[in-house]
């Protein structure tokens, strides 16, 4: 018996083919979880070409958006989820709030968040973020209002106000480590004591000192810099320091578990996608103590009951692995 396909769509007297559309978000969001924003973007952009898309899918794409630096698209994106009255609308808001400071629409950002303070409406956990976004935009607007346009910094220049300690802390963290990515390449000369310090700082999250650490890396600084991340600590050099996922450790990880799961490419994939991920979250430490075999398979465990295969795991390992993985979950990755 032939069998039945769905009714093929078209949009515009173009056909898309069944699974197309799904495949596009599926890639999208897969992007997005791995850094790569403007593939996310991409894949997302033309899956909304066809279907309108859901509350995630929206919300992915519009931080992807602003990720890119398209900040008008990503206001639009936002401004059509807060109508819709997102599950994650609060979360939403602060994005939406983001972006217009990077349009320099700080009197809308004002009222905003005046008027979501007056009314009481913002959840207890979520009013320290919108205070401070809003001491922020007071800030950053009054120096953008005095700097003369003869002093503003060029483009070739870097805002080192931007990395102090003081004023990095109070940025969201998706916005820290947009900074930090677009430092690749430049002169760190006026700020690198102002890098150091973020790495050093108690408070910075592992991902972000990872980001910043690496910028030190790709500049051969040669000085002494302490690090802590998951209870480690550790005095290191960023001169000679190998890429996260590039050493000799992650490698030799990655191939132990190639060879495990050649015959099961899916869930080869999804180990290889969180030892990349939790080799820079964890930068530059090597999983501690753990050797390379019991890191493998620690992850192909992991993974196995990610997958409904067997009873969960249990040791210090595992927990370990739990605990990076739960970095990225808050992050929403």
């Not at 349009?103 to 008027?115: A, D, P, T």
């Not at 910094?153 to 004023?167: A, G, W, Y």
């Not at 690749?184 to 973020?198: F, R, T």
């Amino acid at each position: 018996m032939r069998k039945k396909y769905g009714k093929l769509q078209t949009k515009e007297n173009v056909i898309v083919f069944p699974g197309m559309v799904d495949r596009l978000i599926s890639e999208g969001l897969k992007h997005a979880e791995d850094f790569q924003y403007d593939l996310a973007v991409d894949s997302i952009r033309q899956a909304l070409t066809y279907i309108e898309a859901d509350e995630q899918t929206l919300g992915v794409y519009a931080y992807s958006l602003y990720e890119i630096r398209e900040y008008e698209a990503a206001s639009k994106v936002c401004e059509e989820l807060l109508k819709l009255g997102p599950t994650y609308y609060f979360e939403t808001m602060e994005l939406y709030v983001t972006v217009l400071m990077e349009l320099r629409r700080f009197n809308e950002v004002k009222e905003i968040v005046e008027s979501l303070l007056e009314e009481g409406v913002i959840p207890s956990e979520k009013i320290d973020n919108f205070e401070q976004l809003l001491e922020l935009n007071s800030r950053v607007s009054k120096q953008k209002e005095n700097i003369p346009l003869e002093d503003a910094p060029h483009n070739n220049q870097i805002d080192v106000t931007l990395f102090q300690l003081e004023t990095f802390s109070q940025f969201p963290e998706d916005k820290q480590q947009q900074l930090l990515v677009e430092l690749d390449g430049e002169d760190l000369s006026s700020i690198e004591n102002d890098l150091v310090k973020l790495i050093e700082d108690e408070l910075i999250s592992p991902i972000t000192k990872s980001f910043a650490l690496l910028l030190l890396v790709h500049q051969g600084i040669d000085r002494s810099i302490t690090i802590e991340k998951l209870g480690h600590r550790a005095d290191i050099t960023p001169y000679g320091l190998p890429e996260p996922s590039q050493s000799s450790k992650v490698e030799a990880v990655l191939q132990l578990t190639g060879e495990e799961l050649l015959q099961n490419p899916t869930k080869l994939e999804m180990v290889h996608d969180l030892i990349i991920r939790h080799s820079f979250a964890t930068y530059p430490f090597e999983w501690f103590s753990f050797n390379e075999k019991e890191v493998a398979e620690a992850y192909i465990n992991y993974v196995g009951t990610m997958l409904g295969e067997g009873l969960p795991i249990v040791g210090e390992l595992n927990d370990l692995i739990g605990q990076i993985d739960l970095i990225f979950e808050m992050r929403g990755l």
